[in-house]
């Protein structure tokens, strides 16, 4: 046969039939093996003729196909709803249903995180309904079937979607079953390769026909170069499947046929909301609701309501609070306005009831919003007598297989034999098959259920929001004391040769004692505390220089490790001793930011950057990695919770060093977060170093902006549920064994975690950790001058009462435990630390 492009437009575009045979529906016989032939290799650049002409030799026997359709190229380009193809696609949904289904693909979904086959699902779904129409169902969705064991892919539900189809680059065991959220999975099968002739009569002949599921997938990209082949592939195929049918060894149909033959839990999902009212009607209709046991979430603004009716209006500070108001994050909107969806994310809303849509989207979107738009309102507009009327309508409204939301209005209920009505049809939808009646929440639990990170990072824009309105004025005298105190830890503990001061120091009886060596880390603290206190006017630009050109006089300028000149990881603070070999990468990130700073603070002319090029810096990164040395070897073990602050640091000295937390030019804010967040979760906790700390001296970087208000967020909220003040960081502990990491652990169970490097069993008892659980002083600074607001001044207000010591400095911490400070010892990070910060809280701005 050959079929002109033009004669095949013609038959669409004037309605006439495309197909021998449409609109037959096959019944699923329990005795046969369920057989999907799968035509794939269809994408925009497809010709509309060719894909006919594969079709017409196979559906004119009555078989099926499930064309599996790549709506967007690789260039990002989306088939045209008005191009030839589109309007053969929409011809095949409209008439061919039982013959046709199409099946959008796409690639590579088991490899993305839970986060990401939701938003993929999601667009794959919406751009299914911009081509197809806004009534398609869309119900099935392909991709690739990953190596090894096939595992379940619940989150394509959330764009609407309900069978999966894992499709093999070699031919594999083929199957499916039905997933615990509800997803008919496919996978498996046999993928047919390019070959001689008859290849694939041949391939569909030879497939193991005595397993309970055939899967046979051809490419009509590959097969086919014309209409011409595109018939005699499609012929090959149809009177194979014919022979095989006729036979009884298999049974032909279609995912979405399957999807009819099953129950239990692949039962589709009705969400009920009901719009509240004080009438007596309304208040008798949701009795009734809650008597039957049938679930649904009441829509209004009271507390007790489950959906927050949205005015029109306010931005997301008063969404916010409303919000708070009513304990929710559920938002009901009347037609979705594209420009108020970043306020609604900025409120921390999590769902929008829809309750007049008017575009395509349902799902999870880039904001990280999850529409679920109302697919049918019982309004009272028509009249109702029984429960079957109630059936009638929603079924004719919506269909039977697309989960949907489902909004009653006060009008509905106000004559009694219609409220009893529609609360009998609502109590049998899910024995009568015709769907799982749930609240919007038990809706959105289901088809779309949000990990933490996600919730995580919700609450942190609901805090965002509610902590706009406030502010805090500044009491200059508690300022200047805070910086005068800070600045006494320098003036007692600066060795007057070299300039340094100990990393520790703590009190014995009359006298004091201090840990006489002092790391990397160490001396770019004290450097930025000589700039700080400069920039504060604690100390004259005299004093400043005498002091920094000490400083800069005593850098380990001529150590080596490995053979290359490096700083070493720990110097003698009076220049007596060797100090520790070694590199520090990690701790020479921190030097060379607070050399930066020093740099800029004099402008030139200390011969700072002659010292940085001095070092052979740039031989320790190895393929974008930084690299420490220990025992003259080179070693791998920078935690990503430092290495991409390490990496801001290299990079100000022309040296570029990979972050962890890699670029995707296509995220939206929302995605490059989740990201940020799977990496840290499954490495370091969130501390307030060093992403506070990068605020303050560099300003933040997205990603460190994201952890750092996480965290935050996350202290608060321990503290409203505790009452115990909550500021988690690292630092040093007055016991042995002398230092710990605190911070937020993201997927673990009890979050709040105490690492302590000595594996020695006594320190990593829970009571152990539990007694050396503090409030870290300088994290509350640090807080203080990115975040002055109400929890900060709390922190604040409670390390000056019982941290600032005239006589020692600040002190390290404060025992949640006990309330007591680490008074007998403190450390240059705390002190030199809270001096940035308070240069900050001056200048707004960062040290660089």
Same mark, same amino acid.
């Given at each position: 046969m050959n079929f002109t492009r033009r004669q095949m437009l013609q038959t669409v575009l004037l309605g006439g039939p495309l197909l021998a045979a449409g609109g037959v529906r096959l019944a699923l016989a329990a005795s046969y093996k369920p057989s999907l032939f799968l035509l794939g290799g269809i994408d925009p650049s497809t010709s509309a003729s060719q894909l006919f002409s594969a079709l017409d030799p196979i559906v004119s026997q009555n078989v099926p196909v499930g064309c599996v359709i790549k709506f967007t190229d690789d260039d990002g380009n989306t088939l045209p709803p008005k191009s030839d193809l589109a309007i053969l696609l929409r011809d095949l949904v409209t008439n061919y249903s039982g013959l046709v289904e199409l099946?959008? =693909?796409?690639?590579?979904?088991?490899?993305?995180?839970? =986060?990401?086959?939701?938003?993929?699902?999601?667009?794959?779904?919406?751009?299914?309904?911009? +081509?197809?129409?806004?009534?398609?169902?869309?119900?099935?969705?392909? !991709?690739?079937?990953?190596?090894?064991?096939?595992?379940?892919?619940? /989150?394509?539900?959330?764009?609407?979607?309900?069978?999966?189809?894992?499709?093999?680059?070699?031919?594999?065991?083929?199957?499916?079953?039905?997933?615990?959220?509800?997803?008919?999975?496919?996978?498996?099968?046999?993928?047919?390769?390019?070959?001689?002739?008859?290849?694939?009569?041949?391939?569909?002949?030879?497939?193991?026909?005595?397993?309970?599921?055939?899967?046979?997938?051809? !490419?009509?990209?590959?097969?086919?170069?014309?209409?011409?082949?595109?018939?005699?592939?499609?012929?090959?195929?149809?009177?194979?499947?014919? +022979?095989?049918?006729?036979?009884?060894?298999?049974?032909?149909?279609?995912?979405?046929?399957?999807?009819?033959?099953?129950?239990?839990?692949?039962?589709?999902?009705?969400?009920?909301?009901? /719009?509240?009212?004080?009438?007596?009607?309304?208040?008798?209709?949701?009795?009734?609701?809650?008597?039957?046991?049938?679930?649904? !979430?009441?829509?209004?603004?009271?507390?007790?309501?489950?959906?927050?009716?949205?005015?029109?209006?306010?931005?997301?500070?008063?969404?916010?609070?409303?919000?708070?108001?009513?304990?929710?994050?559920?938002? !009901?909107?009347?037609? +979705?306005?594209?420009?108020?969806?970043?306020?609604?994310?900025?409120?921390?809303?999590?769902?929008?009831?829809?309750?007049?849509?008017?575009?395509?989207?349902?799902?999870?979107?880039?904001?990280?919003?999850?529409?679920?738009?109302?697919?049918?309102?019982?309004?009272?507009?028509?009249?109702?007598?029984?429960?079957?009327?109630?059936?009638?309508?929603?079924? @004719?409204?919506?269909?039977?297989?697309?989960?949907?939301?489902i909004r009653i209005t006060p009008a509905a209920v106000q004559d009694p034999v219609a409220m009893q009505a529609i609360v009998s049809a609502f109590s049998t939808f899910e024995t009568a098959g015709i769907g799982k009646v749930v609240s919007l929440a038990g809706f959105r639990k289901f088809a779309a259920p949000m990990g933490e990170k996600y919730h995580l990072l919700t609450a942190m824009n609901h805090q965002r929001a509610l902590a706009s309105q406030e502010t805090l004025t500044e009491n200059q005298a508690e300022l200047d004391k805070d910086a005068a105190t800070a600045w006494r830890f320098f003036e007692l503990f600066t060795d007057p040769e070299t300039g340094l001061v100990p990393g520790t120091v703590?009190? /014995?009886?009359?006298?004091?004692?201090?840990?006489?060596?002092?790391?990397?880390?160490?001396?770019?603290?004290?450097?930025?505390?000589?700039?700080?206190?400069?920039?504060?006017?604690?100390?004259?630009?005299?004093?400043?220089?005498?002091? @920094?050109?000490?400083?800069?006089?005593h850098l380990p300028t001529t150590s080596r490790a490995n053979g290359l000149l490096l700083p070493q990881t720990a110097v003698s603070v009076t220049g007596r001793q060797p100090g520790e070999a070694g590199f520090d990468a990690a701790d020479a990130g921190r030097l060379l930011i607070s050399l930066k700073a020093l740099e800029d603070h004099v402008g030139g002319g200390m011969g700072i950057p002659e010292i940085v090029a001095g070092w052979e810096l740039q031989e320790t990164i190895k393929n974008g990695q930084i690299r420490s040395i220990r025992n003259e070897r080179f070693t791998s073990n920078l935690d990503s919770g430092y290495t991409h602050y390490v990496s801001r640091g290299f990079a100000l000295w022309g040296m570029n060093v990979d972050s962890p937390f890699p670029e995707h030019t296509e995220d939206t804010e929302m995605d490059a977060a989740m990201r940020v967040l799977g990496v840290m979760e499954n490495s370091a906790l969130l501390s307030t170093e060093p992403h506070v700390l990068e605020a303050v001296e560099m300003g933040y970087s997205a990603p460190t902006r994201t952890l750092a208000d996480v965290l935050y967020t996350q202290q608060i909220k321990a503290f409203e549920a505790s009452g115990n003040l909550v500021c988690a960081s690292e630092g040093p502990l007055d016991r042995e064994p002398w230092f710990s990491y605190q911070g937020y652990k993201i997927g673990a169970d009890d979050p709040w975690k105490v690492n302590i490097i000595n594996s020695t069993a006594r320190y990593q008892t829970a009571g152990f950790k539990r007694a050396v659980t503090m409030v870290s002083t300088k994290s509350a600074f640090l807080w203080s001058a990115v975040r002055p607001q109400a929890y900060s001044q709390l922190l604040i207000n409670y390390v000056r009462k019982n941290a600032r010591f005239e006589d020692l400095g600040f002190a390290s911490g404060i025992y949640t435990a006990t309330g007591l400070a680490t008074d007998n010892y403190s450390d240059v990070n705390t002190n030199g630390i809270i001096l940035e910060a308070l240069a900050y809280r001056k200048r707004n701005k960062p040290l660089i």
């Open positions: 099946i959008a =693909y796409v690639p590579d979904l088991a490899k993305d995180t839970p =986060y990401f086959r939701m938003r993929r699902a999601s667009q794959a779904r919406t751009i299914c309904r911009q +081509v197809l129409g806004r009534d398609a169902a869309c119900l099935s969705l392909a !991709s690739d079937m990953p190596a090894g064991d096939v595992f379940e892919i619940n /989150e394509i539900r959330a764009g609407g979607f309900r069978n999966l189809l894992l499709l093999p680059g070699q031919p594999r065991t083929a199957g499916y079953w039905e997933t615990s959220g509800g997803i008919l999975q496919f996978y498996g099968g046999n993928p047919v390769a390019i070959g001689p002739a008859r290849m694939i009569e041949t391939a569909i002949n030879n497939t193991e026909t005595a397993l309970d599921t055939l899967i046979v997938y051809v !490419s009509l990209k590959e097969h086919a170069t014309n209409d011409a082949d595109a018939f005699l592939m499609g012929a090959s195929i149809g009177d194979a499947l014919v +022979v095989k049918n006729a036979a009884g060894d298999v049974f032909s149909t279609l995912p979405s046929e399957v999807h009819l033959q099953s129950r239990g839990t692949y039962d589709r999902l009705i969400g009920l909301s009901v /719009e509240r009212d004080d009438t007596p009607a309304t208040l008798a209709f949701i009795t009734a609701l809650g008597a039957a046991n049938t679930p649904h !979430s009441l829509t209004g603004g009271a507390k007790t309501d489950d959906c927050l009716r949205y005015t029109g209006a306010g931005v997301a500070l008063d969404i916010s609070t409303q919000m708070d108001a009513t304990n929710t994050n559920c938002l !009901s909107v009347t037609a +979705v306005d594209p420009a108020t969806l970043p306020e609604f994310a900025s409120a921390g809303v999590e769902t929008l009831s829809d309750t007049s849509p008017t575009n395509d989207f349902s799902g999870l979107d880039g904001y990280g919003l999850f529409h679920l738009p109302i697919a049918y309102t019982f309004d009272g507009s028509r009249k109702i007598r029984t429960a079957d009327d109630v059936r009638d309508d929603l079924l @004719t409204a919506i269909g039977s297989r697309n989960d949907a939301a703590w009190m /014995e009886g009359e006298g004091r004692s201090s840990y006489p060596f002092a790391t990397m880390w160490d001396i770019g603290t004290q450097i930025m505390a000589l700039v700080s206190a400069n920039i504060l006017g604690v100390i004259g630009d005299a004093e400043f220089t005498d002091r @920094t050109t000490r400083l800069l006089a």
